[in-house]
């Protein structure tokens, strides 16, 4: 099991732990046969009987075991795994909708969940009969929820439906009317399972806007299957597989072991055999052996001759190549170096962002490989990708296979972003097969690490380059 202990904040007492699991589990009795669990039934009677203890007609499985960890207040608390791994068994024990067979569950202060989408819900009532129903289960008086029916009807925003009973909404209208219930009950612990995954980009932003207010003081449990949401909403994580927790600590390390874990059962699901979707007909060209030169059509921010001569300068620097970065893959190639070169192809060690690049990841295949892919992805800190590519689609038109033995390189041509100060990474990978069914040989994360020490960059991810900025005061 890779496990890191998760760590406590030293600043926060002992009793500012919201959510404390200790050596949860949950087991299920399995009978092959209606009949067995007849049998079963009457073992008490039967041991009474003839004084001895008589054989079990079910077998023992194992939802969750040996689950252990702790929650603290403001903290978000990821939780992310396959299907059939034990999220939902987890957040039901945590809700005491269900109860485990050992070990001890703590919860400090009001929870308020959204798991299995109409969960709660009785279909036959209204909207306002199901939001007074869920709000004075979750512990709000009658006055309470006339006092907040107003503001949850506006949150939800689903019109005169408030008014119809549930059995007729749309799965997002019932995603909204149940999140709504739950952002407004004055809740200490959220519990969010992947039930917003159904609802539409307008009311998802609503929902992380509230989100990330109440994690201001408020503690988060968020369940899902989007390992960007994971990375960017999260202090900690946990990945269970099979019942267990596989790994946990830092979000970032949670997510890679995750994804890690998803290529390679992919590969076992398609018998490690990538299928090779048509080449087109078009006459094809040789694939070439160096790269082309950096375009100079270039499309220049008016501001940056002043910038570049200001400390708003988005000065990145470069670290080594590193050939022992953590990765994963079948073993049939190896990436042997990644380097950013300039206009000239000459290495860097540092960059200006908003300049022309050159990423160069060469490999060496260890067996013959037919229609390689390489690629990359650049990553902030958080793990979350601002961007990448691959050869895939550019080079549809030309043979990529590679001769065991052989080496190969790819050459990205593009403009470095801007983006803000903080420590960036590159990971690159070498596949074959097709862009949605292919079996990865190598995958390097953090091939590459950048840090940028300066920027002008105010807000989001990147900054893009203006051709003009202009200001007119109309008359």
């Known amino acids: 099991?890779?496990?890191?202990?998760?760590?406590?904040?030293?600043?926060?007492?002992?009793?500012?732990?919201?959510?404390?699991?200790?050596?949860?589990?949950?087991?299920?009795?399995?009978?092959?046969?209606?009949?067995?669990?007849?049998?079963?039934?009457?073992?008490?009677?039967?041991?009474?009987?003839?004084?001895?203890?008589?054989?079990?007609?079910?077998r023992d499985f194992h939802a969750l075991e040996d689950i252990s960890f702790e929650v603290r207040r403001g903290e978000t608390f990821g939780i992310i795994g396959r299907n059939g791994a034990g999220k939902s068994t987890l957040l039901q024990i945590i809700c005491g909708t269900l109860h485990p067979t050992c070990g001890e569950v703590e919860v400090n202060g009001r929870v308020a969940a959204l798991l299995e989408l109409g969960s709660g819900f009785n279909p036959e009532f209204t909207g306002k009969?199901?939001?007074?129903?869920?709000?004075?289960?979750?512990?709000?008086?009658?006055?309470?929820?006339?006092?907040?029916?107003?503001?949850?009807?506006?949150?939800?925003?689903?019109?005169e439906f408030i008014e119809q009973p549930v059995k007729s909404y749309s799965s997002g209208m019932l995603v909204r009317l149940a999140f709504s219930v739950i952002a407004h009950v004055d809740a200490?612990?959220?519990?969010?399972?992947?039930?917003?995954?159904?609802?539409?980009?307008?009311?998802?932003?609503?929902?992380?806007?509230?989100l990330r207010d109440f994690m201001k003081t408020g503690t988060v449990l968020f369940v899902s299957h989007d390992t960007g949401a994971?990375?960017?909403?999260?202090?900690?994580?946990?990945?269970?597989?099979?019942?267990?927790?596989?790994?946990?600590?830092?979000?970032?390390?949670?997510?890679?072991?995750?994804?890690?874990?998803?290529?390679?059962?992919?590969?076992?699901?398609?018998?490690?055999?990538?299928?090779?979707?048509?080449?087109?007909?078009l006459d094809a060209k040789p694939m070439e052996t160096a790269p082309k030169a950096l375009s100079a059509n270039l499309i220049r921010d008016m501001r940056t001759d002043w910038i570049n001569q200001t400390n708003l300068r988005n000065d990145i620097e470069i670290y080594d190549f590193n050939p022992e970065s953590p990765g994963f893959g079948a073993s049939g190639a190896k990436i042997v170096s990644v380097k950013?070169?300039?206009?000239?192809?000459?290495?860097?060690?540092?960059?200006?962002?908003?300049?022309?690049?050159?990423?160069?990841?060469?490999?060496?295949?260890?067996?013959?490989?037919?229609?390689?892919?390489?690629?990359?992805?650049?990553?902030?800190?958080?793990?979350?990708?601002?961007?990448?590519?691959?050869?895939?689609?550019?080079?549809?038109?030309?043979?990529?296979?590679?001769?065991?033995?052989?080496?190969?390189?790819?050459?990205?041509?593009?403009t470095l972003p801007v983006i803000p100060p903080g420590d960036y990474s590159i990971?690159?990978?070498?596949?074959?097969?097709?862009?949605?069914?292919?079996?990865?040989?190598?995958?390097m994360h953090e091939a590459l690490i950048l840090k940028a020490h300066t920027s002008r960059i105010c807000h989001g991810l990147v900054g893009v380059p203006m051709d003009n900025i202009q200001f007119k005061i109309n008359t």
């Open 1 to 58: 099991m890779l496990s890191d202990p998760i760590p406590a904040p030293h600043a926060k007492a002992k009793d500012d732990v919201t959510i404390r699991i200790s050596k949860v589990g949950k087991s299920y009795q399995i009978y092959d046969r209606p009949i067995d669990r007849l049998k079963q039934s009457i073992m008490p009677r039967l041991k009474r009987l003839v004084g001895k203890t008589p054989r079990n007609y079910y």
């Open 188 to 210: 200490d612990i959220l519990i969010i399972d992947e039930a917003l995954a159904v609802g539409d980009a307008f009311f998802t932003q609503k929902c992380m806007r509230f």
């Open 129 to 159: 009969e199901n939001v007074y129903m869920n709000a004075s289960i979750l512990g709000l008086n009658k006055a309470e929820i006339d006092q907040k029916y107003e503001a949850i009807c506006t949150f939800a925003d689903i019109g």
């Open 340 to 414: 950013l070169l300039d206009e000239n192809h000459h290495p860097l060690s540092w960059v200006v962002g908003g300049e022309k690049v050159s990423l160069v990841i060469n490999c060496i295949a260890q067996e013959s490989l037919s229609n390689a892919i390489i690629g990359f992805q650049f990553k902030d800190r958080l793990g979350q990708i601002i961007f990448g590519d691959n050869t895939y689609l550019s080079h549809q038109q030309t043979s990529t296979d590679i001769e065991g033995g052989k080496s190969a390189s790819a050459y990205f041509d593009f």
């Open 427 to 443: 990971s690159a990978a070498i596949a074959e097969g097709s862009q949605h069914s292919h079996i990865q040989h190598h995958w």
């Open 230 to 281: 994971v990375l960017n909403l999260c202090n900690q994580a946990v990945c269970l597989k099979n019942g267990v927790i596989a790994v946990s600590g830092n979000p970032a390390k949670v997510v890679e072991f995750y994804l890690e874990e998803f290529y390679e059962l992919e590969q076992k699901r398609s018998g490690a055999e990538p299928t090779s979707e048509p080449k087109p007909t």
